[in-house]
């Protein structure tokens, strides 16, 4: 199995894995009287106390991810990441496929800390809220630091080109 394969079969892994979790958790939710009060509640205060510290750590991970990916695309002439993901509609879902395997790990990390972190403090799991969080986090600022990467080299370079 080539490292591609692989890589590929551990994204799948991951949005399974999500999307099974979803499925699990949805109908307990939406049956709970006050549940949007809760999610929202519960996601805006999870900035202190333990593992607080993913709120540094996942965006970091996903910044350094996206530079990586950002400088390939500018190397290669590739159009802005975002960008392409709003408008290209041909192009969406192999882009989304990329920024998904970058992320994968962080992403996968991201729920399993938000996971320790449910079981800490609100002794139960809920699986959509560590979803949320976990996008939030890691894929966010990977979609806007990748696209930002590629104008900044693009800028650079045309910075050179006109001093030499």
């Known amino acids: 199995m080539s490292t591609e394969d692989r890589s590929r079969h551990r ?3 991951i949005v399974a894995t999500s999307a099974i979790a979803l499925l699990v958790a949805l109908p307990a939710s939406a049956l709970a009287m006050g549940v949007l009060d809760r999610f ?5 205060a999870r900035h202190d106390g333990p593992l607080s510290f993913r709120f540094i ?8 991810a996206a530079w990586r990916d950002g400088k390939k695309d500018a190397e290669t002439g590739r159009s802005p990441y975002f960008w392409t993901v709003l408008t290209n509609p041909q192009k969406r879902a192999g882009r989304l496929r ?7 790990k962080i992403l996968a990390m991201g729920l399993v800390i938000d996971l320790i972190y449910q079981t800490i403090v609100f002794d139960t799991i ?7 969080i976990a996008i939030v986090l890691a894929f966010v600022p990977y ?3 990748r696209g930002t990467v590629v104008r900044w080299a ?4 045309g910075r050179k080109s006109n001093v030499e």
């Open 126 to 132: 809920r699986p959509m809220e560590a979803v949320v």
């Open 98 to 104: 990329e920024g998904l395997k970058s992320t994968s």
């Open 11 to 13: 994204v799948h892994i």
């Open 143 to 145: 979609m806007l630091v």
């Open 57 to 64: 750590l996942q965006p970091i991970m996903a910044i350094l």
């Open 154 to 157: 693009a800028w650079r370079r």
């Open 40 to 44: 929202w509640t519960d996601l805006l």
